[in-house]
């Protein structure tokens, strides 16, 4: 049932002192047989100390929280140190994972730049097929052996010694012709280059780095399926 | 105040607070809001309230938010003497604690609120704490005029006449003169707010107990 705001004017003036004799007189009556009158007095007289202690409570659990985030007693996620040790190793570690993994997908680590040194599958390979077949002085080399043969789907790995002083070319071409197949600027130092597998058709090719004069030949055959 | 022994034998499991507060000590502590108390407190009860929210099947409590709750609760039951110190500062936490999530968990299940543990009569308050949360929020929602005028008629902002009995309540017409309007304009539009209030609360859980309960308006 709605409470009438003019029932409320009338207990104020009755707080007040305010109503005359008849007024007073049928106001008690009122509250003798009228039950939600009389639940309404009593609400009335009781919202002042009801509003106090509303507020008041609001004011209490405002200190309690600032009291607990500012002694740092609540809200700790891990709620002792070794908790807190053992996530702070797990975190370091997926961080370790993710940083390497991506390092790793851009090539940003020096030896994992497959163009300019071997894997351990391509060393191998190149020891079954190349390895040093050329010692002007004992230790300059060319690799893979004069005459390797390889196969289409076979990653190559050219290796020569090391000129520091200047770029040079990286030179394939066919053999015994003048028409070159691939040909890549080398930077001062590096001594190696990887050919991925089908990057030249299978054939008869010589390479060479600087001197042409150093020329080698290999041999690339088709893939048997 | 307070020593921390660790257990040699399972040392990586958490210290052991064990406590040099005596109840008098914490009971005032919580009287005058003692940020050390009320921080201690919090560390030596959130293990037992994050065991015992574990346990409602269903339902997921904030342990945190729930031993935070508890607190505001026992300091006003403190301040305004409900607590009597039949049970010890700890028991009695712990007990508001449980009435908290009980009565959340009933409120979802099919679990009565007279299933109520015995024990926990002494602090089974919920209503009460809901009704202040009901008035604030009731109140905080009303415009300023009306949040004006109800702080002039009762005096909320005048600390000294709140204090004196004979005077408990402003006149109309003072607020009249204070807000510049007249004096039955003034009488209306009090009534108008009060209304308000009284609408929100007046069939609010518990709110009949406590109005026979002789503890207010008296």
Redesign the interface.
């Known amino acids: 049932m709605?409470?009438?705001?003019?029932d409320?004017?009338l207990i104020?003036?009755f707080?007040?002192n305010k109503l005359s004799e008849q007024e007073s007189s049928d106001f008690f009556k009122r509250l003798n047989e009228d039950r939600e009158f009389t639940?309404?007095v009593?609400?009335?007289?009781?919202?002042?100390?009801?509003?106090?202690?509303?507020?008041?409570?609001?004011k209490?659990?405002e200190?309690?929280?600032s009291?607990?985030n500012?002694?740092g007693?609540?809200?700790a996620f891990f709620?002792?140190p070794?908790q807190m040790a053992l996530a702070a190793v797990v975190l370091l570690l997926i961080a370790t994972v993710v940083i390497l993994f991506v390092a790793n997908e851009h090539e940003i680590f020096p030896f994992n730049k497959t163009e300019n040194l071997a894997s351990q599958n391509d060393t191998l390979m190149i020891q079954k097929k190349g390895g040093p077949d050329f010692k002007a002085s004992k230790d300059i080399y060319y690799s893979p052996l004069n005459g390797a043969v390889f196969s289409s789907s076979d990653k190559i790995i050219f290796r020569w010694k090391p000129a520091h002083d200047s770029t040079f070319q990286f030179v394939i071409f066919q053999k015994d012709q003048p028409v070159i197949v691939y040909q890549k600027k080398m930077n001062p130092g590096q001594d190696s280059i990887m050919l991925p597998p089908g990057t030249i058709k299978p054939g008869d090719y010589q390479w060479s780095v600087g001197d042409k004069n150093t020329k080698r030949t290999f041999f690339i055959k088709p893939t048997v399926r | 105040m307070k020593i921390i022994l660790t257990n040699f034998v399972t040392k990586f499991k958490k210290p052991v607070l064990i406590e040099k507060f005596s109840e008098e000590e914490l009971v005032k502590g919580l009287e005058h809001g003692d940020g050390k108390i009320i921080s201690f407190l919090y560390k030596r009860n959130i293990p037992a309230i994050r065991k015992m929210t574990s346990h409602y099947p269903n339902m997921i409590f904030e342990a945190e938010d729930v031993l935070q709750e508890g607190m505001t609760r026992m300091i006003m039951n403190v301040r305004s003497g409900k607590f009597q110190g039949r049970s010890s500062v700890h028991s009695y936490l712990y007990s508001i604690c449980r009435n908290i999530c009980f009565k959340q968990y009933a409120a979802v299940t099919t679990i009565s609120m007279n299933d109520w543990v015995p024990e926990l009569a002494e602090v089974n308050d919920s209503n009460y704490f809901d009704l202040l949360q009901l008035v604030f929020e009731t109140k905080d929602r009303l415009d300023e005029k009306c949040v004006e005028i109800i702080d002039l008629r009762f005096r909320f902002k005048d600390k000294q006449a709140s204090t004196s009995a004979d005077s408990k309540l402003m006149d109309f017409e003072q607020i009249a003169l204070l807000i510049g309007i007249k004096g039955d304009n003034a009488r209306q539009r009090f009534s108008r707010c009060l209304e308000k209030l009284i609408s929100a609360v007046k069939n609010a859980p518990g709110i009949d107990d406590l109005l026979t309960s002789g503890s207010y308006g008296n």
Do not use: C, F
């Open positions: 709605e409470t009438d705001p003019k409320i004017e104020e003036r707080l007040d639940k309404l009593a609400l009335r007289n009781a919202l002042p100390d009801l509003l106090m202690d509303a507020d008041n409570y609001q209490i659990r200190e309690v929280k009291t607990l500012l002694q007693g609540k809200r709620h002792n070794a």
